[in-house]
């Protein structure tokens, strides 16, 4: 897997998290579980924030499951009082089977009617010691037996989002339109009809993610070689996605992240934990 920080802005912030692998004869369906765990003190609450990656997650948590589209901005969580979610990032092959339009979901979620998974996650969850690897398991089987065999053409979407998204991924679409062999227009009914986004969007949201994982964990490397490095035109077009989506500098980002990390050095804890204010509410999108 990729490292297990990607997408999430804040590490230092986070309760018990984990990532996953989806197990063998899931991998075509699921990219990898996530599961975060939460026992936040009364009366205050824990903000995660996230740029979640450019596909659809399936989540279940003790209240019900959810199918979770694809996001077009940051967005965030305020965890509060106990709880747990196991989430499963979703390759293109699961989703053409669960949503017929991907991008009736975007920067949104739909509660999903599985009450069958429901208890068999939860199940899993409260069963002690070795409960995630039981999750995922009740979870990849729920998948198998609802969506069965991947056909062609959703494998050649889950090859698109290897390209698109994986280790030594295409800088632009028609950088991965020439290696899967197919038109730009093509590529871009594939991922309209598996994500709902464009592929030109979901690069910017991986080259996003990188900058900001490359921003917050080499402190000495500057700005305009981390641009290029992603192929940002230069410096300021850095600047730019970053606070078009994000809302802040790269610079800002990384002088909180570093703040961030130093605290939980001294005190061994999580330091999100905050009063809950009066009006403010999350956004009701999950963690991934």
Request: charged share 25%.
């Amino acid at each position: 897997m990729v490292n297990p920080t990607r997408g999430i802005l804040y590490p230092a912030r986070l309760p018990e998290f984990h990532r996953l692998p989806a197990p063998a004869d899931a991998v075509e369906l699921v990219t990898w579980f996530w599961i975060p765990e939460w026992d936040i003190e009364p009366g205050r609450s824990s903000r995660q924030e996230i740029v979640s990656y450019p596909a659809l997650n399936l989540v279940v948590e003790p209240e019900g499951v959810a199918l979770s589209g694809a996001t077009t901005r940051a967005s965030h969580r305020d965890l509060r009082g106990r709880g747990w979610a196991v989430g499963a990032l979703l390759r293109p092959a699961a989703v053409a089977a669960l949503i017929e339009e991907p991008a009736l979901l975007i920067d949104s979620e739909a509660r999903f009617d599985a009450p069958d998974l429901l208890d068999a996650v939860s199940a899993a969850m409260g069963s002690g010691e070795g409960h995630r690897e039981r999750a995922v398991a009740a979870f990849s089987r729920w998948l198998r037996e609802r969506i069965g065999l991947p056909e062609d053409a959703a494998r050649q979407a889950n090859a698109l989002t290897d390209v698109l998204m994986g280790e030594d991924a295409a800088l632009t679409p028609e950088e991965a339109a020439t290696r899967l062999a197919v038109s730009v227009r093509t590529l871009q009914r594939m991922t309209h009809r598996h994500i709902g986004l464009s592929p030109a969007a979901m690069i910017r949201r991986r080259r996003l993610q990188e900058a900001a994982l490359l921003v917050r964990e080499e402190p000495a490397a500057d700005l305009a070689t981390i641009a290029a490095e992603l192929g940002y035109s230069d410096h300021a077009h850095l600047t730019r996605d970053f606070q078009a989506v994000l809302g802040i500098a790269p610079r800002t980002y990384r002088s909180e992240s570093a703040a961030d990390s130093a605290a939980e050095s001294a005190t061994g804890e999580v330091q999100a934990q905050h009063p809950i204010p009066d009006a403010e509410d999350d956004d009701g999108r999950p963690d991934e």
